[in-house]
């Protein structure tokens, strides 16, 4: 509880489709307005059955639920087909103490609503034997060896033999609750030449519209040749023809029910798990002859249908103008100016600590390191409609989001969502719940898109960084980290362009290390890397005497170059930067506790020059005043 509300959690996958869509809109319209309750919604699109490395990514939301914030948590098992995710769930409700209800699943010592399969499924089978008197029958059952496929066939095996007949398991077809091995299943059932039976009684909606096709495919008509039915009364089912005899569960009914358990777990903490069962509602219609023709305009069903199609064809279209602005520029920056811009109304995208700093620094790995669990998280982007600004907020995971309390629609509904790419997660989403018949599938397309663009950006920081060290790699000397030969003739060249100017005064100094030999020699070529790092160091140190803005290079062995252009007073500035090098090298020898003393031969020229180009003829010109100053000293090297 927080600031008197109850939370309560809702775990399950695929809220964009049946039989989690209803239930959570009916839950959010009981929801709405409420002072007393607010409801947070943990699911991915991923049903996590087959465990590919995208469930497991897809998987990392139900770590973020923060079971002390809960007063009681809602369970979908029979979406969630990892069956250590659900396990995680339970055993985390429970050392925590929250109160945990399961839909459509019995889970040891939970609170609990089904429906019961038997009782309508049962009269539907009764209805085809006494009403219709068929006798021939073929059931299409879900999943061999799955608990509610076996219950129908259970159910109308018995009420069959009540009647004197046999369901023998060749006459069990198995659709596995879907259209295509239903097809492949009536296929099979066609070639085999056996005579069409009198009925086909399917397990659910799915695949009794799938032998209906089948069946015209080939030229037989329901119900005046055969009958088929259905179950669960599916959405998409008011578009079929002929209209299904079915059974529907009332989902206003389950989340009454679901409701009614939260109100007394919460009134009452000690309430000892109950189990409510409540009954689908059998319907008997076309498909088995008993139905009138449906009222409804088929016309404005057809309108209806490409109105929805034509809403997701235009948000194809946003989902195709987010990705294509991305692509064109993957930086972090344009990334969040697009999803600014395109992305859902009142939502965060909310970045784990990992991923943010990867695209800060480019990252050393190529992937992101294994998820352990959600810490500090970072707000990439806000777009509330009341102005909040959240955007680079740090914010601990199990807050959820920053100003939770303040951040509920008028459904008292927030949506949290996973954002990965295969496994590697990234953070999540969050946004406010809306009661539209297409939004849920929009998320489902926005977030998958989401993922794909932030993996976008993800890899173009990879590789810009990669591409800079390359860079670096290609333009700078590995041992003493200035300009390389190559990298200071583009260094030069970049400076003389941005002096606007019409005549640049430019001043070289070339450098020599006096007794290079000697220090191999005598105290190892380690000792000679260091003479040259310090030599480096001391080129680098100067440029602060003259303002700044002087390009130094190892040219190559001991041979250093150093070079600025300048408006003007090159010569001022070059003696300056001499004594600054000078200075520098003196302390830095001082300071270094070698047994030997850096010494250079040094040249310094300055002239106008009227092209970046004719830097070599200075160039020239300064080694010849700085093979002139070695010439000047006997080497005396100290030890």
């Known amino acids: 509880m927080l600031n008197s509300v109850k939370y309560i959690g809702f775990c399950c996958t695929t809220a964009n489709k049946e039989p989690i869509k209803p239930i959570i809109d009916n839950l959010a319209d009981m929801l709405k307005d409420s002072g007393e309750y607010r409801m947070l919604v943990f699911q991915c699109f991923e049903d ?15 770590k973020l639920v923060n079971y002390n914030m809960l007063d009681a948590m809602i369970i979908a098992p029979g979406t969630i087909f990892d069956r250590s995710v659900v396990d995680e769930i339970v055993r985390g409700c429970r050392e925590h103490g929250v109160p945990l209800i399961s839909v459509d699943e019995k889970l040891d010592g939970t609170f609990g609503v089904a429906f019961g399969y038997g009782e309508a499924f049962g009269a539907i089978v009764e209805h085809i034997l006494s009403w219709h008197g068929c006798k021939r029958i073929k059931l299409v059952a879900g999943y061999r060896g799955n608990d509610f496929s076996q219950t129908r066939i259970d159910c109308c095996r018995s009420i069959m033999e009540k009647h004197g007949l046999t369901l023998s398991d060749s006459d069990i077809m198995y659709g596995d609750f879907w259209e295509k091995p239903t097809y492949e299943a009536m296929d099979s ?21 799938a032998v209906c096709l089948k069946l015209n495919e080939h030229g037989y008509r329901v119900p005046e040749d055969v009958i088929v039915t259905g179950f669960d009364g599916i959405e998409t089912e008011k578009f079929h023809q002929p209209r299904l005899t079915n059974a529907v569960r009332n989902n206003r009914t389950l989340a009454r029910a679901l409701m009614d358990i939260v109100e007394k777990v919460t009134a009452d903490p ?55 602005k991305i692509a064109a520029d993957p930086a972090p920056d344009n990334v969040k100016k697009v999803l600014e811009q395109y992305c859902f109304v009142n939502s965060l995208v909310c970045l784990t600590d990992e991923f943010w700093k990867f695209i800060n620094d480019g990252g050393e790995n190529d992937r992101l390191p294994e998820f352990s669990g959600f810490g500090d998280m970072h707000v990439f982007t806000c ?26 629609s008028e459904h008292n509904t927030i949506f949290l969502i996973p954002l990965h790419f295969q496994d590697s997660v990234l953070g999540y989403f969050v946004t ?89 020699d005598n105290f190892g070529h380690s000792a000679g890397d260091d003479a040259l790092c310090l030599i480096a160091q001391a080129l680098t140190k100067a440029g602060d005497c003259c303002g700044g803005g002087v390009v130094c290079s190892r040219f190559g062995g001991d041979e250093f170059v150093s070079a600025k252009v300048c408006a003007g007073n090159a010569k001022e500035q070059a003696e300056l930067y ?55 000293h006997k080497r005396h090297p100290r030890n």
């Open 432 to 520: 406010h719940y809306a009661h539209d018949e297409h939004h849920n599938q929009r998320l489902y397309t926005f977030c998958n898109s989401l993922n794909r663009c932030l993996e976008n950006m993800r890899t173009h920081e990879h590789l810009s960084m990669l591409n800079r060290r390359l860079e670096f790699l290609f333009t700078h000397d590995q041992l003493t980290r200035i300009f390389n030969r190559y990298g200071f003739y583009r260094g030069f060249g970049d400076s003389f362009n941005e002096v606007k100017t019409e005549n640049r005064d430019v001043f070289i100094v070339s450098i020599d290390l006096n007794d290079m030999k000697y220090i191999n």
């Open 383 to 408: 777009t509330f409609d009341d102005g909040r600004k959240l955007d680079g907020t740090i914010f601990p995971a199990s807050r959820i989001m920053p100003q939770l309390e303040n951040s509920f």
């Open 270 to 324: 000690n309430l000892s798990p109950y189990q409510t069962e409540l009954e689908y509602e059998p319907v008997f219609s076309e498909s088995c002859g008993c139905g009138c023709p449906d009222s409804v305009d088929p016309n404005r069903r057809l309108a209806d249908f490409i109105s929805g199609f034509t809403n997701t064809l235009n948000f194809e279209e946003h989902i195709n103008s987010i990705e294509n």
């Open 48 to 62: 996590m059955y087959y465990k590919t490395r995208s469930d497991v990514g897809a998987s990392s939301i139900f």
């Open 578 to 632: 001499r004594a600054g090098f000078e200075n520098a090298l003196a302390e830095l020898n001082r300071s270094s506790g070698k047994p030997y003393q850096v010494n250079v031969g040094c040249g310094v020229y300055s002239a106008s020059l009227g092209a970046a180009d004719s830097i070599d003829e200075l160039i020239e010109l300064a080694d010849r005043l700085m093979y002139s100053d070695k010439a000047k």
């Open 189 to 209: 059932f066609f070639a085999s030449g056996e005579a069409l039976p009198e009925a086909f009684i399917c397990c659910n909606d799915s695949m009794a519209m």
